[in-house]
T-cell receptor, first 113, second 113 residues
């Protein structure tokens, strides 16, 4: 089955700096890669996703890149703000397979003033 | 349009009791997914259901766990004879179609004492 690894497990940045979280996956059939933000006591919230027919996608301060050959994808947050502090999860899945996603173990991002 | 509603938010059960977790998907969503999150870990897929059908239960433990999504009413995740290892946060997600964006509920935090 699919295996998703995520690094780093914790990340501390100064407000205004950029944050990068990296994930690798094992199943070459995976073609859907969402990123979720989870705040304490809440459910995961989809913040951006990318499908394997594109290499990069951007939405305001958030961007995701995908390298299918190397089987890795990354989340980039620019101009970080305190409200970006949360746990971020990457995931991988196969379109046509429903939303059966394999999640990474999460990155605790802390944006310090 | 209300989001995915899960109840209860917190559930305490003694070892050997039964736990019933409920999930009402977003209006118009006919696909429901259950995930389990252990402390400090990512979400693990359990089961994918459509109305009255279990599509994929490859992540469900073989014993004590069952799920249903009846024609009327919420989806139910049932855990019989709970053990301490069942203590976790259980999240439900729903989507309007098989490859649509999955929206997560707030989760039910089960504690087995």
């Amino acid at each position: 089955g699919e295996n998703v690894e995520q690094h780093p497990s914790t990340l501390s940045v100064q407000e205004g700096d950029s944050a990068v979280i990296k994930c690798t996956y094992s199943d070459s059939a995976s073609n859907y890669f969402p990123w979720y933000k989870q705040e304490l006591g809440k459910g995961p919230q989809l913040i951006i996703d990318i499908r394997s027919n594109v290499g990069e996608k951007k939405d305001q301060r958030i961007a995701v890149t995908l390298n299918k050959t190397a089987k890795h994808f990354s989340l980039h947050i620019t101009e970080t703000q305190p409200e970006d502090s949360a746990v971020y999860f990457c995931a991988a899945g196969i379109t046509g397979g429903g939303n059966k996603l394999t999640f990474g173990t999460g990155t605790q991002l802390k944006v310090e003033l | 349009n209300a989001g995915v509603m899960q109840n209860p938010r917190h559930l305490v059960r003694r070892r050997g009791q039964e736990a019933r977790l409920r999930c009402s998907p977003m209006k118009g969503h006919s696909h429901v997914y259950w995930y389990r999150q252990l402390p400090e870990e990512g979400l693990k897929f359990m089961v994918y259901l459509q109305k009255e059908n279990i599509i994929d239960e490859s992540g469900m433990p073989k014993e004590r766990f069952s799920a249903e999504f009846p024609k009327e009413g919420p989806s139910i995740l049932r855990i019989q004879q709970v053990v301490r290892g069942d203590s976790a946060a259980y999240f439900c997600a729903s989507s309007p179609q098989v490859n649509g964006e999955a929206f997560f509920g707030q989760g039910t935090r089960l504690t087995v004492v």
